[in-house]
């Protein structure tokens, strides 16, 4: 069983990164730029956010956060995007979530330039994906793509089933992988016989937040296997797969921590990068 490195893999894909910021440097005379908008005192957000500037840094991007308040106007947030979308130096823009319950998720996704959304999330960037046209991809599913990709190269024809149905990621990495001519079901809370489609898969990516949904006899022998969970339980953070019984069959395998995670903010920089690069067209 291949036990895929998420880790090493994202400290790869930020090498070339780097490579990439330094190259644009020499040709624009300036490097791609990432705000972070953090809002409230969440302490996963603050790590997270923290993590994103580290790397963001390591990779020779311009790095800003703006911190807000828990109680800071809808409106105030609403002004910053604005001015944002209009400033030259900023190529990538995110809003941390989750938003205190006073702010409306959706007004903010929808004020961020779609040119400019790193997150993927605003509706043209999921319309744009879901038509095959180019687009900022959500982080996460783009580094599960990346994973599998390097496992196997030509997923034409694979059969894949994706586990979850969230905007954030199971809908995106449907689309990621019709695009590769997988043939792929997409299951949820109402699918009737969960087991039974994960059998019939060649890859499997599990999205839910359910602690080892998807067992050891779920999964056929030569499947490639991605945890995309990140569940805190008794005994420590697990993913969405039961690693131990499912790495006895699975081609491949990501581990929880240390297989999705590190992908995900690699491939924001990723983000930042390819934004900047549209803009000088
Ligand atoms: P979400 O928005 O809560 O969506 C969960 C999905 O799972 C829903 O579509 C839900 O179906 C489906 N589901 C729930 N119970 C199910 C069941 N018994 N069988 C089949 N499907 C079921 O979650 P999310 O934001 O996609 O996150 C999923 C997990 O990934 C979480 O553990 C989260 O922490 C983790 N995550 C990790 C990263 C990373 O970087 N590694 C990034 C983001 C999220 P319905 O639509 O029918 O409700």
Same mark, same amino acid.
């Given at each position: 069983?291949?036990?895929?490195?998420?880790?090493?893999? =994202?400290?790869?894909?930020?090498?070339?990164?780097?490579?990439?910021?330094?190259?644009?440097?020499?040709?624009?005379?300036?490097?791609?730029?990432?705000?972070?908008? #953090?809002?409230?005192?969440?302490?996963?957000?603050?790590? %997270?956010?923290?993590?994103?500037?580290?790397?963001?840094?390591?990779?020779?991007?311009?790095?800003?956060?703006?911190? %807000?308040?828990?109680?800071?106007?809808?409106? @105030?947030?609403?002004? !910053?995007?604005?001015?944002?979308?209009?400033? =030259?130096? @900023?190529?990538?823009?995110?809003?941390?979530?989750? #938003?205190? !319950?006073?702010?409306?998720?959706?007004?903010?996704?929808?004020?961020?330039?779609?040119?400019?959304?790193?997150?993927? +999330?605003?509706?043209? /960037?999921?319309?744009?994906?879901?038509?095959? %046209?180019?687009?900022?991809?959500?982080?996460?599913? *783009?580094?599960? %793509?990346?994973?599998?990709?390097?496992?196997?190269?030509?997923?034409?024809?694979?059969?894949? @089933?994706? @586990?979850?149905?969230?905007?954030? /990621?199971?809908?995106?990495?449907?689309?990621?992988?019709?695009?590769?001519?997988?043939?792929?079901?997409?299951?949820?809370?109402?699918?009737?016989?969960?087991?039974?489609?994960?059998?019939?898969?060649?890859?499997?990516? =599990?999205?839910?937040?359910?602690?080892?949904?998807?067992?050891?006899?779920?999964?056929?022998?030569?499947?490639?296997?991605?945890?995309?969970?990140?569940?805190?339980?008794?005994?420590?953070?697990?993913?969405?797969?039961? +690693?131990?019984?499912?790495?006895? /069959?699975?081609? =491949?395998?990501?581990?929880?921590?240390?297989?999705?995670?590190? *992908?995900?903010?690699?491939?924001?920089?990723?983000?930042?990068?390819?934004? +900047?690069?549209?803009?000088?067209?």
């Amino acid at each position: 069983m291949i036990l895929i490195d998420g880790k090493k893999e =994202a400290e790869l894909l930020r090498q070339e990164l780097k490579k990439e910021v330094s190259d644009l440097k020499e040709k624009y005379n300036r490097v791609p730029g990432l705000t972070v908008i #953090l809002i409230g005192d969440l302490a996963p957000s603050k790590i %997270y956010v923290r993590n994103k500037e580290k790397f963001a840094n390591e990779v020779g991007l311009k790095s800003d956060i703006i911190r %807000y308040s828990e109680s800071i106007e809808e409106k @105030v947030v609403l002004d !910053k995007i604005d001015e944002l979308n209009k400033n =030259a130096t @900023v190529s990538g823009i995110l809003v941390q979530l989750p #938003l205190p !319950k006073h702010i409306d998720k959706k007004k903010i996704i929808e004020a961020i330039n779609p040119l400019k959304d790193v997150d993927g +999330f605003h509706p043209m /960037n999921v319309g744009n994906l879901s038509s095959g %046209y180019e687009s900022s991809i959500p982080c996460t599913p *783009m580094g599960c %793509y990346l994973l599998i990709k390097k496992i196997e190269p030509n997923l034409s024809g694979k059969k894949a @089933v994706v @586990v979850g149905r969230s905007n954030l /990621n199971g809908k995106p990495m449907t689309q990621l992988l019709l695009k590769e001519n997988c043939t792929v079901t997409i299951t949820h809370s109402k699918t009737k016989d969960l087991k039974a489609e994960c059998l019939k898969a060649d890859i499997i990516v =599990a999205a839910v937040g359910i602690p080892e949904l998807v067992k050891g006899d779920w999964v056929k022998k030569d499947t490639i296997v991605i945890d995309v969970g990140i569940n805190k339980t008794d005994k420590g953070i697990v993913g969405d797969v039961a +690693f131990d019984e499912v790495s006895k /069959n699975a081609k =491949a395998l990501t581990p929880v921590p240390g297989g999705v995670g590190p *992908m995900t903010i690699a491939c924001l920089l990723k983000n930042t990068i390819d934004c +900047f690069k549209r803009s000088q067209i």
